[in-house]
């Protein structure tokens, strides 16, 4: 028992136990709701590389507890809020449809936005994303996005060099909750090691 939290029997192998095990000690939660993740993580992790160093699976795991409020939410939080808002007709992420904003709106681990970001990932992973947005938020596909999003731009190269902060610039563009993101880091560092 961690922090009064069950997180279950680790597999002893880099298996869906063990990355069940560690979301819920990262996350602080039970580990029930997190199981699909871990299995998801089991399989889709190993494959773009992301175990291979501790680092890497620190970083990886850091930069999701945050963009998924501790491994919450894989939709993003609608208000709408002014940021939001701006969504709609934003060119560059492919919105050209009125209500394209809200339709694209961040889903998955890293909060996937923008109909050309699905519309690019889902051929990517064989997966309709832009026809069938809310794909994005089943666990298993929300860590393959997040694995292939990762692998895609070079993540795993930036985190082996301790480059946390510029892969919070890839994830995000630009800063936001870098503080709670290095603190999330670290942490698994420190259960990692």
Not at 90 to 102: F, H, K, M, P, V
Not at 124 to 132: A, C, N, R, V, W
Request: with cysteine.
């Amino acid at each position: 028992m961690a922090k009064g939290y069950d997180i279950g029997s680790a597999d002893g192998i880099a298996g869906k136990r063990t990355h069940t095990a560690l979301l819920a000690l990262v996350a602080q939660r039970p580990i029930e709701p997190l199981q699909a993740l871990g299995q998801a993580m089991a399989v889709h992790a190993p494959a773009h590389g992301i175990t291979e160093t501790a680092a890497r699976l620190a970083n990886f795991l850091g930069q999701a507890a945050h963009e998924t409020g501790a491994f919450r939410y894989l939709r993003e939080v609608w208000g709408p809020t002014e940021a939001q808002k701006r969504y709609e007709g934003r060119r560059d992420l492919g919105n050209t449809q009125a209500g394209d904003g809200y339709r694209f709106r961040g889903r998955g681990i890293f909060q996937l936005t923008g109909r050309a970001n699905y519309r690019d990932i889902g051929v990517s992973i064989g997966q309709p994303l832009e026809s069938s947005p809310e794909l994005a938020e089943r666990p298993d596909i929300a860590v393959l996005t997040a694995c292939r999003f990762w692998q895609s731009r070079g993540l795993n190269a930036l985190a082996d060099q301790g480059l946390e902060d510029t892969i919070t610039r890839r994830i995000n563009g630009g800063t936001n909750g870098i503080a709670e993101r290095r603190s999330y880091v670290a942490r698994i560092k420190a259960l990692l090691s």
